[in-house]
């Protein structure tokens, strides 16, 4: 797999039945390596070792009903009282970041009401401090780090 945008960090790989696998260690298990895995293997390693938030607040890959439709959120991460920090879509490294993706993420979050928002595909990060009474968003350099 290619670099990414991020700082280094080790993984647990494994290959099985001539597939790659990688260990995720909030779902606890080994998942299918592929290009979006690798980023979002990152993003957690970066939530985690960098700006510190507890596995115990972040989760992974849950279903959500937008519009009567199922979808699937990359993560999520809460705060201590349950209410949804983070909310961040990962994409594979090859895919541009565009208004299609800002598009899916604020239709997630229309439901889930995140405080902030991450997009990225392994390259390029974008983060926004979310404003939902004035239905407005600004831009981050960074997501904040965790503090209680």
Known sequence: MQDLNFPPYSFRVKNSQNRQYIFDGIRKKFV???PEEWVRQH???YLVFTKNYPKSLINVEKQLVVN???KRYDVVVFDPDGTINLLIECKSPDVKVT???FDQI???NYKLEA????VTNGMDHYYCKMDHENEKYTFLKDIPDFSR
């Not at 405080?115 to 991450?118: A, E, G, I, S, T």
């Open 43 to 45: 993003v957690l390693r």
């Open 115 to 118: 405080k902030h928002l991450m």
């Open 99 to 101: 208004q299609d993706t």
């Open 68 to 70: 009567d439709l199922k």
């Open 32 to 34: 299918i390596l592929q």
């Open 106 to 108: 604020a239709r997630y």
